[in-house]
């Protein structure tokens, strides 16, 4: 037992401080940060690190994440992504695992006329708001990335878009968690009445809609894992996102030589790979780097994301449930937002005190009725 | 032990009349129909049906595999396919299982108007040697299979072309030897030395080349298995081979919902799945029957397809090592020539004369230097 304040009732052997419902990236960076402030943590979770970020492709990307009519939330990612490099270093010092976390940048890239129109309407906002994306002529482009194809039309670098393996951030935060003494326990919660602590987080990404009844609703995502032929590495360095005949793809090369492909957005709740899901992420993965072709497909998998109605996450106070926080409808953006909702959950357990970065991310925001349908 | 036979020297409860390498289909129809005869039967594999038999479709088409050049194995391909109705019916009475036989018919499609000219080609040839194929106009063609593309171009009928399920034909077939006595070894033969018995037939697939020396070589084929939504039906009946954009696939429905999509043709040895042979296939499936694109993705594999020089197969003695019998380089046929397969070898085990159909196939073809570099 792990105990670290002088000052405790009777229930100080059994009662947590902080119970955790949900051991995803989220829940066990909470759980690290609260244990290693000397709250005793319990987190509860049959299948820890099997929801999205299982699927995930780990990319940091708040510039080529920034959507028009998003900039609240473009203003948490920028935070969290400035957070990720020390969050990282933090983590493997505490864990002794490495995350994968790579600085090689991001390329955005169109194939046609009509998708480089596409991707140059995004980043044309995304510089408006200042943020760090450059166009590069397709020469420039392809002496960055000579595995592109000769056909993309053009593109754009995001220097300070990176990347982690989201599996093994995982493996990390829970290795993290459990050395502050954060206990994991494999079971299922069917509701929050079931648990006994002075502060219950939950943090169970599409399973919160029935713990709490907000409105978050799953969003279908398949994604592949390619590798390269003979376990070398991948022939590019770059995340590459890329438009081709109008589908939105992602390609990020590890250090192993695997390669994530992805992915789906459907609004869908199955989890099953479809034959037009595959092809549409293979078209146009091949059509943007033709070597990939000779990579083998070594995983094709879906998962569900946590989406919210305005695809931001809610984070904060459970409106009428006192003592209850959430940090859930993370939706595409869970892995570069873990660091920033840990922090700032971790500092209103321990303070009581809200930051204001919190404010556009209140889960009361979409009033009285909740519930999504 | 199971003996019929009275006559037997000292060696019989120990010495089989008969040991076969390979329990493939081929290797186990021998070793049932030798054993039927009251042979002593033994088969060695480590794993039976784990070959070129897990990955093929099952295909019956005597009429769409009649290629130009290749009459006499046309000639094989037909007597065995006239054999397979009643060969599936004993089989299902010695077996009690049933081997998914469909007589449904197959349709040979073009998609676009180069495709369909392919096609014609070659359908043109069949009829010219008198085989059951007959040209449709679209709009018959549709009729048939309301799920083909309406860009679909033309194509034309083999009623007489159908299908079996080889996984549930490997299990009946070890059934069935079971059953008659033979004996399954689950062990490697690494020397025909190694084995004692009155014959030795080596029905090894592509493990035959290094066994006996003969030109047998490995042809890698990269297969999908889709199963329709909600586990019903597939929406079509037939099976489908067709051209699309200059890629040749074809499409088995079987009536559990499943649809076998293959098949790559590759010289190479390996067998992993590539995403450039992933994306071929699916994306001329999906351009022939549009709604595949809603089935899941269930499956997909690479096999090895035992080729030889002639692409027909290498039958009876091994030249040079008297009681060494062959049956293997069966290629892209072995489902639908396991009967005819099993019936000739028997015959010649049992008779010592070699049936007339057997000339053109027998292994000494290639001359004194058969080993294929």
Redesign the interface.
């Known amino acids: 037992m792990h105990d670290r304040r002088a000052d405790r009732g009777p229930d100080v052997l059994t009662r947590p401080d902080v119970a955790i419902v949900g051991a995803g990236p989220v829940g066990l960076a909470i759980a690290w940060r609260c244990a290693s402030r000397g709250l005793r943590v319990t987190v509860y979770d049959p299948a820890p690190g099997s929801g999205a970020s299982h699927v995930a492709a780990g990319m940091l990307s708040p510039v080529a994440e920034a959507y028009f009519g998003e900039q609240e939330l473009t203003g948490l990612l920028a935070e969290s992504a400035a957070r990720w490099p020390r969050f990282a270093a933090d983590l493997a010092e505490a864990s002794g695992a490495d995350v994968g976390y790579r600085a090689d940048g991001t390329l955005v890239v169109g194939l046609t006329a009509d998708d480089l129109a596409e991707a140059r309407r995004l980043w044309s906002y995304q510089q408006g708001l200042g943020l760090p994306i450059t166009p590069l002529r397709p020469s420039e482009l392809r002496d960055r990335e000579p595995a592109l194809a000769p056909r993309v039309r053009g593109g754009a670098v995001a220097p300070g878009d990176h990347q982690v393996d989201p599996r093994r951030l995982v493996a990390a935060l829970r290795a993290a968690a459990e050395r502050a003494g954060a206990v994991l326990r494999p079971s299922r919660v069917g509701a929050l009445s079931e648990l006994d602590a002075r502060v219950t987080v939950v943090a169970a990404g599409c399973g919160a809609a029935a713990l709490t009844g907000l409105p978050v609703r799953p969003v279908k995502g398949q994604v ?1 894992r ?1 590798r390269a ?1 003979g376990r070398g590495a991948a022939d590019f360095r770059h995340v590459i996102r890329g438009y081709a005949d109008g589908e939105s793809i992602y390609l990020v090369p590890r250090d192993s030589g695997e390669v994530v492909v992805g992915a789906t957005v459907e609004e869908r709740a199955d989890t ?8 549409r992420l ?2 146009a ?2 059509d943007l780097v033709p070597g ?7 995983e ?1 998998t879906a998962g569900l994301r946590p989406g919210t109605p305005d695809n931001a996450p809610l984070i904060g106070p459970l409106p009428g449930r006192p003592g209850v926080l959430v940090a859930t409808g993370h939706h595409r953006h869970g892995i570069v937002l873990t660091p920033v909702t840990a922090d700032l959950v971790t500092e209103l357990i321990v303070t009581g005190e809200p930051d204001p970065l919190l404010a556009p991310f209140t889960p009361d925001r979409f009033g009285k009725e909740p519930r999504w349908n």
Chains 1, 2 share one sequence.
């Not at 099953?272 to 092809?279: K, Q």
């Not at 990939?292 to 070594?298: M, N």
């Open positions: 592949l390619l032929p099953e790979v479809t034959a037009g899901g595959v092809l293979l078209r993965a091949v990939l072709a000779e990579y083998d497909l070594v094709a």
